[in-house]
């Protein structure tokens, strides 16, 4: 069965360092999305991305936030200076026409900042 | 702004038996409401959905109730199986217009109990 697949499974950064978030969505799917979990509340929104360009962002995605589908394959997200609250499981997403069709998530990235 | 709520935090059920996990909505602009599972250190696994022009959809051994005028939801499982121990979270989206954006519940965690 196709998966998303993310990269690395778990991430600990320095607080203010650069960390680049990987994802390879299934091959035929068109809409790409991250969402973000801190330890012990809920799945959050964070942006959604279709055509090569952002469709919609949440105020958790500020400008210390982007992201990118670099080619064909990979869908990154790239958090500039991060800071302790940005520690959270980070799942990429991709759906083959939107939300009712079920998104197929990822396993994670868990971001640790320290 | 909790716009979906998952009011029981865990639930236990003995095998067999049928597992009945609510969610309530505030935002009477979701369109379509889903339902995920999660095992740890998984993302989350597309389970079942319903639009909000129905008010049952089944699927196997899974149902979703929708009552519109309560906002309410709630998935059945029955007969409920060991290998249903995880965290299930609601889900809900405005009208899909190609990639709207999934509001999560907090989630309920349900043990099945052998």
């Not at chain 1, 969505?25 to 509340?41: D, E, T, V």
């Not at chain 2, 505030?26 to 369109?31: G, K, P």
């Not at chain 2, 599972?37 to 989350?44: F, I, N, R, T, V």
């Not at chain 2, 022009?53 to 009552?67: A, H, Q, S």
């Amino acid at each position: 069965e196709p998966e998303v697949t993310q990269t690395p499974s778990h991430q600990v950064t320095q607080m203010g360092q650069e960390v680049i978030l990987r994802c390879v969505p299934i091959s035929n799917h068109l809409y790409f999305y991250w969402y973000r979990q801190i330890l012990g509340q809920k799945v959050e929104f964070l942006v959604s991305f279709y055509n090569n360009e952002i469709s919609e962002k949440s105020e958790i995605f500020d400008d210390q936030f982007s992201v990118e589908r670099p080619d064909g394959s990979n869908f990154t997200l790239k958090i500039r200076s991060t800071k302790l609250e940005d520690s959270a499981m980070y799942f990429c997403a991709s759906s083959p026409r939107g939300t009712n069709y079920g998104y197929t998530f990822g396993s994670g990235t868990r971001l640790t900042v320290v | 702004d909790q716009q979906v709520k998952q009011n029981s935090p865990s639930l236990s059920v003995q095998e067999g038996r049928i597992s009945i996990l609510n969610c309530d909505y505030t935002n009477s602009m979701f369109d379509y409401f889903l339902w995920y599972k999660k095992y740890p250190a998984e993302g989350p696994t597309f389970l079942i959905s319903i639009s909000s022009i129905k008010d049952k959809n089944e699927d196997g051994r899974f149902t979703v109730f929708l009552n519109k005028s309560a906002k309410h939801l709630s998935l059945h499982i029955v007969p409920s199986q060991p290998g249903d121990s995880a965290v299930y979270f609601c889900a809900a989206s405005g009208a899909n217009f190609g990639n709207e954006k999934l509001t999560f519940g907090t989630g309920t965690r349900l043990t099945i109990i052998p």
